[in-house]
């Protein structure tokens, strides 16, 4: 059974596709508040790396063990503050955090994922660029933590790159997005049309509509109500022709057939879907289909959580990334 078939079964087609679209802006929205490019205004360390699709914020012991942590879409680095926090306050374990930021999200200007009048791909060419940062920067083995697009970019850099990565922990996202908005045994070729529907109505939407309905769905993703402030300045920081170009690349990218590729210890972190006609049980259903060709992959659910488990369940994730690390 496919996981559109389960979505079609449990909600219908439609339903299903606004699971995951939530509105043409949905998943668009991954993130904390808006931090420029021009971060040594609020007191950040970049790595001395040139690249025109990221830049990255180094904390912690310059000494330590290297842990790479990549947002999602729209987000900024600072949806890894407490995560950050939680590791560097850890006695007897030294860690250096490479946070990645992408360019275009979140205030930083697009530079490299400047799009046209059709889109071009940012999730692909920024996980070649944290794989030449790896190799440049001399990073033995990292630690690879993606949340949602991060998690997209983060099996990407461990499927094509399995020498570069020590471990991978993907948060809430799976190889194929786009088979929520299909019929059974769709491909990336498939959706594509669709895809592309969604990119033209992201990409084009008068701003304000186009504020007012990502509003609308990150509050969906979010339960904390304090946090939401911070994606919501996010989402108005990005750029929002890169942000939809991104979103359907991730409708049409299927990771699948690649994740037998990947070598590094692998968990995958979700909640449910946010929809009360998707059980725990279809989540769980979901997410083992997803990611059946990674057989040692450890897929666990957190509850009473929305999309930004960091921010719902902090406690939790961070006990539960602790374990992953001492293994």
């Known amino acids: ?46 790595a001395d790396f040139q690249s025109d699709r990221i830049h990255v914020r180094v904390d912690g012991d310059m000494d330590g063990r290297d842990i790479i942590l990549i947002p999602g879409l729209s987000s900024s680095p600072e949806v890894w503050q407490g995560t950050v926090d939680h590791l560097t306050a850890q006695d007897g374990v030294g860690w250096r955090v490479h946070r990645i930021h992408v360019q275009g999200f979140a205030g930083a200007p697009v530079e490299g994922n400047a799009q046209g009048a059709t889109p071009s791909p940012v999730a692909a060419p920024v996980a070649e660029e944290i794989a030449r940062y790896i190799r440049e920067k001399g990073l033995t083995k990292p630690v690879v933590v993606g949340h949602s697009m991060g998690g997209t970019i983060g099996m990407m850099l461990a499927a094509r790159h399995p020498d ?8 809430d996202m799976i190889p194929f997005m786009g088979a929520m908005f299909a019929a059974p045994g769709a491909s990336a070729e498939s959706v594509t049309p669709v895809a592309d529907q969604i990119w033209a109505a992201q990409a084009n939407s008068p701003r304000e509509a186009y504020v007012a309905q990502a509003t609308a769905s990150i509050n969906g993703m979010i339960n904390t109500e304090s946090r939401r402030a911070e994606a919501l300045e996010d989402m108005r920081e990005s750029d929002q022709k890169v942000s939809a170009a991104a979103f359907r690349e991730l409708i049409t990218t299927d990771l699948r057939p690649e994740l037998s590729k990947i070598t590094a210890p692998t968990e995958v972190l979700y909640v449910k879907f946010n929809d009360p006609r998707m059980t725990p049980q279809i989540t769980d259903s979901i997410y083992r289909m997803s990611f059946a060709n990674l057989k040692d992959a450890q897929l666990k659910r957190i509850d009473d959580s929305a999309h930004f488990i960091m921010f719902d369940q902090p406690q939790a994730f961070y006990a539960d990334l602790d374990a992953f690390l001492a293994k």
């Open 164 to 171: 570069a990565v020590g471990k991978l922990m993907v948060v």
């Open 1 to 46: 059974m496919t996981i559109a078939s389960i979505l079609n079964r449990t909600v219908g087609a439609a339903a299903a596709a606004a699971m995951l679209c939530v509105a043409p802006a949905a998943l668009a929205q991954d993130g904390h508040g808006a931090h420029a490019d021009a971060g040594h205004a609020h007191g950040h360390s970049h």
